[in-house]
């Protein structure tokens, strides 16, 4: 059963640098196709996606977050990280990385259906709080 | 619009069927998926692609779509299901994901 770990400084004095760590124990990253996703909620609040890494080629952002976040993978280690760059107060949340398996989808209005790619989380972390304060 | 929103709160006698809903133009081609949160859990998936369940989530669980609208059927709700669900679809590119606000929901 793969499970995940998120981890991180914890506290971030603001326009610093974030590095968060996911690490995967009980299955290799290199094994099968999936989307590895970084999640975040702010205290209180919902849940945002930050983006996805999907092992068969292509990373892909929130644009709210207008470039600020990298997604990288470190096979060797056999983690998933997150860099955001430039961090403000706004950036203090909880965040979590999940996995999930890609998945095709038809949806059909009347007797027009449509196909589409999708992917679901299926595995979380339990998460890492990060603080943005000096 | 790029949003999908939420009821903020519903309530459910014990027992009784609870629907929770998402709207938004996305749902219109795409289907949601639903994550049910827990005080100082993490989400954890509890319907996928309209309605398939994962593994270990109870077949009261049901999920349906209609127009800009999807919802997730909650039959003969029990305490454990109290919790935060949030539905997640596509923005209007379709290439990024988006998550409603979440409704809380309450089993009296």
């Known amino acids: 059963q793969v499970q995940l770990q998120e981890s991180g400084p914890g506290l971030v004095k603001p326009s610093q640098t974030l590095s968060l760590m996911c690490s995967v124990s009980?299955?290799?990253?290199?094994?099968?196709?999936?989307?590895w996703t970084w999640i975040r909620q702010p205290a209180g609040k919902g849940l945002e996606w930050i983006g996805h890494?999907?092992?068969?080629?292509?990373?892909t952002y929130n644009p709210s977050l207008k470039s600020r976040a990298t997604i990288l993978v470190d096979k060797s280690k056999n983690e998933i990280s997150l860099r955001l760059t430039s961090v403000r107060a706004a950036d203090t949340a909880v965040y979590y990385c999940?996995?999930?398996?890609?998945?095709?989808?038809?949806?059909?209005?009347?007797?027009?259906?449509?196909?589409?790619?999708?992917?679901?989380?299926?595995?979380w972390g339990t998460g890492t709080t990060v603080i943005v304060s000096s | 619009s790029s949003e999908v929103t939420q009821d903020p709160a519903v309530s459910v006698a014990l027992g009784q069927t609870v629907r929770i809903t998402c709207q938004g133009d996305?749902?219109?081609?795409?289907?949601a998926s639903w994550y049910r949160q827990k005080p100082g859990q993490a989400p954890q998936l509890v319907m996928y692609?309209?309605?398939n369940r994962p593994a270990g989530i109870p077949d009261r669980f049901s999920g349906s779509s209609s127009g800009n609208t999807a919802s997730l059927t909650i039959f003969g709700a029990q305490a454990e299901d109290e919790a935060d669900y949030y539905c997640?679809?596509?923005?209007?590119?379709?290439?990024?994901?988006?998550f409603g606000e979440g409704t809380r929901l309450t089993v009296l």
């Open positions: 999940a996995r999930g398996p890609p998945a095709l989808g038809t949806k059909c209005s009347g007797s027009i259906c449509t196909n589409y790619n999708y992917y679901y989380m299926n595995v």
């Open positions: 009980g299955g290799s990253i290199s094994s099968g196709t999936y989307y």
């Open positions: 890494l999907y092992t068969r080629g292509g990373i």
């Open positions: 996305s749902l219109r081609s795409y289907y």
């Open positions: 692609g309209g309605n």
């Open positions: 997640e679809s596509r923005d209007s590119t379709g290439n990024h994901l988006l």
